[in-house]
């Protein structure tokens, strides 16, 4: 068996609204409270009847230049603190109690910032009433004697209105009575509460013009709460049970056949005055939630919203009772809603649910600003963003305000006080972001095909009618027998018809002729009546046609207004585009003014500092060249001083020089003639050292002449009985008065020869350092290598350490000096009988002993030697001792 699929619920198409393309944008209006007695800065000023100037306070936060910063805010009016409330309502609350009488629907709530006077606003005080009971005094004054009976218009729980007949309206009217007398044993009709009875004054009383004398109406208020982003109905009438109290059912949202929303299951009341309407607000006011807290001792802890809903509906052609049909009432509506301040927990001292309510409080609010920016980026950017409504219950509940179902109006209340700055700011940049959301115009309600006055002209009529039937036949009664009776009147009275004698023929002819007479005064009043009643259908054929054409008329000229008044609306909205174009062109003039002015202001300083800067610079010049001219004469004398000074020193170091040379040569002249008497022939030499045959002959050791330089000279060996002459070492030319950094590796051997450079005042370092480069102005490398023909090589390479402009230290190489020591083969010193004679024995045992022997012999090179700088070094290696 196969199972057939289920079909799904085909989704309901959306109602055609009427295409407009005209908008308007939020209506904002800013209302200033005044400042309290305890306290004492203020960061609000009015400048004008649309713009106000925040004021930092003081410690709060500065620019960069060190000014208080001051931002202004431009709205639709601003209301200053000598305002009273039927100046406010007359700007704000006025216009949208005439679209509801009109059949549109309206949106007006409050915000700002807790203690700032929203519910001051809205509801007012006794002598003092706010918005709401203004807007409920002037529905009732405008509508009072076009109001229908009560239980005529029935509201199907679905956000629609049902129309009953009179005989239904009475039997409701008992059957609602018989409840509400069963319910309470009091009387239903109760006094008002003295704190609403005096709201407003006599004088202050309002009322439109715009009422259709021809349709019925009938008021419906509804008061609801949105307290943690729950709905609850505070009309709602619940048995108190005082041992098990309940709690209040919340309510849901839902949306209707024309997708509006509505609460379902709130308690719509039926009210017949204004009193009425108020004194229900005030029992609803009554459960609302409100608490205690550091910035407010009674702030409401929920979004209260008073919803006035009007049904009319017309009156049938004669105009009497109201039109059967549901399709011809008209439901508009009005939202009232005073919306919770915003509020920090720190400022408020919130504990526990408080601050759990705070928290709802501000994140409905902040939804309602995200819908906002959404709303105006797709707007001005052409976007198609989704809104998201449904995150919170404020924004759900009103969604079909913003798309295009009424007018929406914000009140933004602030108080000037200084500690509210930072959250003033806040709601200001709210209240200027929502001016440029428009919502789509709704269109107007539909005219009914009947003929407009029937209320008054069918009743004119019949009273008409009877005094002109009062002319011509007497009084006439809306009773038919006693019209009757009267017509009988007005024929010929009939004879006395009594027969007592069969042959009378007196009687009867009379009574003929009497019925002839009446028989002929009624065709009279036939004629009369016919030809009259020819006459009123040609009277009423001529006035049908006049109305007609009247009617065609009205309707052409209804046509030829419609297309004015689309001209007129587009004119005004070319107007207003302009006006906002022109508004905005002038705030930027403004701008740039204040801007060219500073830029001013900043040219000429720079200007000042410029000339000021171009005189210290002249000034600075001159002195420049005073010391240069100074300093050129300070030089001149200190180079001629330095110059005498060198010419002295170069003297003394010339003299110097040849005392030592003298010296020198006094020396030599005594070596020499040691060395002459050395050998003398009457000094004998030395006996040969003897040394132990070796068994096997040794390698002869090179003669000296063989292993030295060709152009090299030996100096006589002394005798040993002869004082020593003390070997001079050489002085590297590395030696003077600078620090030095000797760097030699650890790889590098150390010679043991007599020649070694000796450098004072040195840091010896196996790797060079920033620290020891730091210390010393001179450099020194000492770098070994064994050259091709077996000699060691040792080069030193000296530099300069400079300092680099980052800060640290280079060397910078200027001489390379080059030491060579040849590696050969020597026998031990030891003195064994087992070591052979030597080969040569020319070459003596003493011979290895003695000066010449064991050192070596060096060659001094002078400046400008094809050989290079430096000295070259040959030698022996000592034997070391075992």
């Known amino acids: 068996m196969i199972r057939q699929a289920k079909g799904k619920t085909p989704r309901r198409p959306l109602p055609k609204k009427p295409s407009s393309n005209q908008k308007d944008p939020v209506g904002v209006y800013c209302r200033v409270r005044p400042l309290g007695e305890e ?143 069963v319910l309470k044993t009091t009387s239903s009709r109760q006094k008002l509460d003295p704190e609403i009875a005096d709201m407003i004054k006599p004088e202050e009383v309002n009322k439109t013009d ?34 098990k109290p309940k709690p209040p059912q919340s309510k849901i949202l839902r949306e209707d056949q024309n997708h509006n929303m509505y609460v379902a299951g709130c308690m719509e009341v039926e009210v017949k005055s204004a009193e009425e309407a108020f004194q229900v607000f005030w029992r ?70 408080r601050i ?23 707007q001005m950017c052409g976007t198609n963003k989704m809104v998201p409504y449904r995150d919170s219950k404020v924004t759900h509940l009103f969604k079909n305000y913003f798309d295009g179902e009424g007018r929406v109006r914000m009140v933004v209340c602030v108080n000037p006080k200084a500690g509210d700055y930072e959250e003033t700011l806040l709601v200001m940049r709210f209240a200027e972001m929502t001016q440029e959301v428009e919502v789509a115009r709704p269109a ?49 009275p009939l004879p006395s018809s009594e027969l007592t004698d069969p042959h009378d023929d007196i009687t009867l002819p009379r009574l003929i002729e009497a019925l002839q007479n009446r028989h002929r005064v009624r065709q009279m009043m036939i004629e009369e009546y016919n030809k009259a009643a020819n006459t009123m259908k040609s009277l009423l054929q001529e006035l049908d046609s006049n109305l007609i054409s009247k009617d065609n008329l009205i309707h052409e000229q209804n046509g030829k207004l419609i297309d004015k008044d689309k001209i007129i609306q587009n004119n005004k909205a070319e107007i207003e585009r302009l006006e906002k174009k022109n508004k905005m062109q002038e705030h930027k003039i403004d701008i740039l003014q204040k801007t060219t002015k500073i830029y001013e202001d900043d040219k000429r300083s720079m200007q000042q500092e410029l000339e000021t800067r171009a005189q210290r610079l002249q000034r600075e010049l001159s002195e420049k060249r005073r010391m ?118 650890s790889s590098s051997l150390d010679l043991g020869t007599v020649l070694q450079p000796v450098i004072p005042n040195a840091i010896q370092v196996s790797a060079p350092s920033e620290k020891a480069l730091s210390k010393c102005d001179r450099y020194v490398l000492t770098h070994q290598e064994v050259s091709s023909d077996g000699e060691i090589q040792t080069k030193l390479i000296k530099g300069e350490v400079i300092k680099t402009r980052g800060g640290g230290q280079a060397v910078q190489f200027t001489d390379i000096e080059t030491l060579k020591q040849e590696m050969t ?14 080969a040569n024995k020319d070459q003596t045992a003493g011979a290895w002993t003695d000066v010449e022997t064991r050192c070596a012999v060096a060659l001094e090179m002078r400046a400008g030697s094809n050989m290079g700088p430096g000295c070259e070094h040959h030698g022996i290696n000592k034997r070391r001792k075992p």
Not at 210 to 234: G, K, P, Q, R
């Open 39 to 181: 306290d004492e800065g203020c960061c609000i000023e009015v400048i004008s009847s649309s713009t106000i100037q925040l004021h930092a306070p003081e410690g709060f936060k500065i620019n960069r230049n060190g000014e208080y910063k001051e931002t202004q805010y431009s709205f639709k009016k601003v209301f200053g603190v000598s305002v009273s409330q039927m100046e406010l309502f007359e700007h704000v609350a006025k216009p949208l109690v005439d679209d509801l009488i009109r059949g549109k629907n309206g949106l007006l709530f409050t915000y700002g910032v807790t203690g700032s006077g929203k519910t001051f606003t809205m509801t007012g005080s006794p002598g003092q009433g706010g918005l709401l009971p203004r807007s409920l005094d002037m529905i009732f004054n405008s509508i009072g004697s076009y109001q229908a009976k009560r239980y005529v218009f029935k509201t199907d729980d679905k956000n629609g209105m049902e129309v009953q007949t009179e005989v239904e309206a009475v039997l409701e009217r008992q059957r609602r009575d018989n409840n509400l007398s």
């Open 210 to 243: 715009c009422v259709d004398e021809d349709s019925s109406y009938s008021v419906f208020v509804s008061y609801i709460e949105i307290y943690n982003n729950y709905i609850y109905d505070l009309l709602e009438e619940t048995q108190e049970d005082a041992i």
């Open 284 to 353: 609803g006011q009554k459960k609302r939630k409100v608490a205690n807290t550091r910035l407010n001792t009674e702030s409401s802890r929920s979004h209260s919203v008073f919803i006035v809903k009007l049904a009319q509906a017309p009156l049938d052609a004669d105009g009497d009772n109201v039109l059967q049909d549901k399709n011809q009432v008209t439901v508009s509506q009005l939202c009232l809603v005073d919306l919770a301040g915003s509020e920090r927990t720190g400022r408020t001292g919130a504990e526990g649910t």
């Open 356 to 378: 759990r309510e705070a928290g709802n409080i501000n994140q409905s609010l902040l939804n309602l600003r995200t819908c906002i920016e959404i709303l105006r980026e797709n």
């Open 444 to 492: 107007d309600r539909p005219i009914c095909g009947f003929t407009p006055g029937r209320r008054y002209r069918n009743p004119a009529f019949r009273e008409e009618l009877s005094r002109k039937l009062e002319e011509r036949g007497g009084p006439i009664d809306r009773d038919v027998s006693s019209f009757i009776n009267h017509v009988v009147h007005t024929l010929p």
């Open 628 to 745: 240069e001219q100074r300093m050129q004469g300070v030089v001149s004398d200190t180079q001629h001083k330095w110059e005498k000074e060198c010419e002295r020193r170069v003297n003394a170091m010339q003299l110097e020089m040849q005392n030592k040379l003298w010296v020198k040569d006094e020396k030599l002249k005594q070596l020499k003639a040691i060395v002459t008497e050395s050998k003398a022939p009457g000094c004998p030499e030395p006996p040969p050292r003897q040394t132990h045959p070796q068994p096997q002959p040794q390698p002869q050791r090179p003669s000296r002449e063989e292993r030295l330089p060709a152009k090299r000279s030996a100096s006589p060996s002394p005798l040993p009985t002869t004082t020593p002459v003390r070997p001079l070492h050489r002085r590297s030319r590395s030696a003077g008065g600078e620090k030095w950094v000797d760097h030699k590796p």
């Open 825 to 838: 083969t020597v026998t031990s010193r030891k003195r064994k009988s087992s070591e052979g004679t030597p």
